[in-house]
């Protein structure tokens, strides 16, 4: 019987190296991508549109525009930094309370354990040599309850930075975007036409991108992404145009 379940285990292991799932695991980036670029091509764009809305000439709106892409990247990275700093000031909170319980209660905390096993319908008399074995092993044990009790995963610790940079970087690169024909064509009536139809692309592109990556629709993500940004500068726009007036 200790030949054949021994055998079980090496066919497991055998069939987990084999199998190899396709599973994404770059979602804080991408999240941080997201959040960048859609505001990036958002916000110049509809800053832009709002100074063609009261008629401004192009330089002016490129410089406007190159200003906010600089402030704005700016506030976005330091957001972020804060964001993940936070999480990672939480989680080391909330390990440094753990630890102190298993410490100084760790009978309750063993129970805790099952209470844990038993919401994926582990019997009891199957859980005990899981609670043994674990007691016997403290930082296999905080691993555990750190990620089945309070749902928390040890962050990287260079994420803070990581996340400031990729988000700002994702800002420029999508707020430079609907300012590009204003390089290139000096009159703002003209130069928005373009802006429009090139962010708008953008958009759709970004938002097939976003689609695809997180699992949605991409064609759905697509067209809504896009329809987010002309809403945003069609407001600007017409905001503009009644101030004007």
């Given at each position: ?60 709106i490129l410089t406007a ?72 092993n403290p930082q296999a ?105």
């Amino acid at each position: 019987m200790a030949e054949n379940g021994s055998g079980d285990v090496e066919k497991q292991k055998l069939l987990l190296h084999q199998h190899e799932e396709k599973h994404f695991m770059s979602s804080e980036v991408v999240r941080d991508i997201i959040i960048g670029v859609s505001d990036g091509l958002t916000v110049p764009f509809a800053l832009a549109a709002g100074l063609s809305g009261a008629s401004a000439s192009s330089s002016i709106i490129l410089t406007a525009g190159i200003a906010e892409v600089a402030a704005g990247s700016i506030s976005m990275g330091l957001g972020g930094y804060l964001a993940a700093k936070s999480e990672a000031d939480h989680y080391m909170r909330e390990l440094k309370r753990e630890q102190e319980e298993i410490i100084t209660v760790p009978d309750m905390e063993a129970a805790e354990i099952g209470e844990i096993l038993e919401q994926y319908g582990v019997e009891p008399h199957e859980y005990g040599p899981v609670v043994d074995a674990l007691r016997r092993n403290p930082q296999a044990w905080l691993d555990f309850m750190m990620k089945f009790e309070l749902g928390l995963e040890k962050p990287n610790p260079r994420r803070a930075l990581q996340s400031a940079l990729t988000i700002a970087v994702s800002y420029i690169m999508g707020g430079l975007v609907p300012l590009i024909p204003y390089m290139f064509i000096p009159i703002a009536r003209e130069a928005v036409i373009a802006s429009v139809i090139l962010t708008l692309l953008a958009l759709l592109v970004f938002g097939f991108a976003k689609g695809y990556f997180t699992g949605n629709k991409p064609f759905s993500s697509a067209l809504q992404t896009a329809l987010i940004g002309a809403l945003a500068s069609a407001a600007a726009f017409t905001f503009a145009k009644l101030v004007r007036a």
